[in-house]
């Protein structure tokens, strides 16, 4: 599975974004897919997931829960993270990533294809 992220951007606090993530291959919809991402200076850190299949189960970090949306869309082989109510603890690079292990898959050691990231700057 190759993945490839996009949609970052500057964005003032309070704003919003909506990031892609779309993969190559007919097995997308078999993987549980999530967002991750490092701020400088800090590591990687789990942000959302969604279930493999219909995607009828998601989690969240604290930090992003009520302001963040993960979804996908299997005829698209796309995932997506709305994010809204951006805060400048917010920047940081997104990846994406899929996982097949058990859910929910909350660390970076249970995803085995990553994408390339995308930047996310909220600054006023």
């Known amino acids: 599975v190759q993945l490839q992220a996009s949609g970052g951007g500057l964005v003032h606090p309070g704003g919003s974004l909506r990031l892609s993530c779309a993969a190559s291959?007919?097995?997308?919809?078999?993987?549980?897919m999530g967002w991750f991402r490092q701020a400088p200076g800090k590591e990687r850190e789990f942000v959302a997931t969604v279930a493999n299949w219909s995607g009828g189960n998601t989690r969240y970090a604290d930090s992003v829960k009520g302001r963040f949306t993960i979804s996908k869309d299997n005829a698209k082989n796309t995932v997506y993270l709305q994010m809204n109510s951006l805060k400048p603890e917010d920047t940081a690079v997104y990846f994406c990533a899929a996982s097949s292990r058990l859910w929910p898959p909350t660390t970076g050691n249970e995803y085995y294809y990553w994408g390339q990231g995308t930047l996310v700057t909220v600054s006023s």
């Open positions: 291959g007919r097995t997308f919809s078999t993987y549980h």
